[in-house]
């Protein structure tokens, strides 16, 4: 439990630094935008690019690792998209925006640290698998499902060239699609460039954080809660027992099996916010979600970890 405060709890002092400046008035509302802004168009983007190209595909494909994982993550947001939708009666992009926040767990910043402290350094190696086609998975589903809803009704040829359009105006897209062109050619890239882009990474997570805890001063859970509690248990609870369950039924390594897991468990991350953002779809739904998920994680992980052993 100590592991998991330490791990949990610096995520929550930077969101905490945020909510309390913005609410303070110490920041202003509008330079949270902006923050946002630079998160998704460039920080973020360059923290995608320079993990896929420096990714070592064929250490990275244990195929029943990673079909446990994915199914679990997409069942989740199938879930979430159609709870939204029957019990909520929300429309349809927020209905996408809501299986997002479902689908995409934290499985960098909370995943990689518990799964060290749980297990070692040296049973790293099936999180490192599911990070690598993590952010290439979710964001592909996730910007087809809204861009399909966003073009409804139109004939089928016009919907294909809007979403080709869109996927290839993102720049998260964009990002990874660069990371596996460099990746696969074989590209060395310049150290020059290299340092560059490691001062932009490092302020990705961090610059995301604070600006999630200036949202949350605009976007209460109030009305939400509901919406709120079921991606917190679809997240937290059903995609981990998921994963478990095919994990068992396709014998995945013992190591690789608890990682997987694990990873399966954590709170939505800061990207579910980010990908609503970007929409301008279920926003208080999804930092409301990040918050109280990462909360709740503490005491779910910690079940998690029980249970596995």
Known sequence: MQALLDVILPVFLVIGFGYVSVWGRVFPENGVDALMKFTQHFAIPCLLFQAIANLDLSASLDAGLLLSFYVGAACGFLLGFSGARVLFRRDWEDCVAIGFCCLFSNSVLLGLAINERAYGAEALAGAYTIVAFHSPFCYGLGITAMEIARNRGQPPLVMARGIARAMFRNALV????????????????????????????????????????????????????????????????????ITWALGNSLSVPQDSFKSGVLTAAMAPGINAYIFANMYGRARRVAASSVLVATGASIVTAWIWLVFLG
Request: aromatic share 6%; net charge negative; hydrophobic share 65%.
């Open 174 to 241: 964009l990002a990874i699609a660069a990371g596996f062109a460099v990746n696969l050619a074989g590209i060395t890239l310049p150290t020059v460039l290299v340092d560059a882009l490691d001062l932009v990474i490092r302020a990705a997570l961090p610059t995301a954080l604070f600006a999630l805890g200036g949202v949350l001063v605009q976007y209460r859970p109030e009305g939400d809660a509901r919406v709120i509690f079921m991606v917190c248990g679809i997240a937290l609870l059903v995609h981990p027992a």
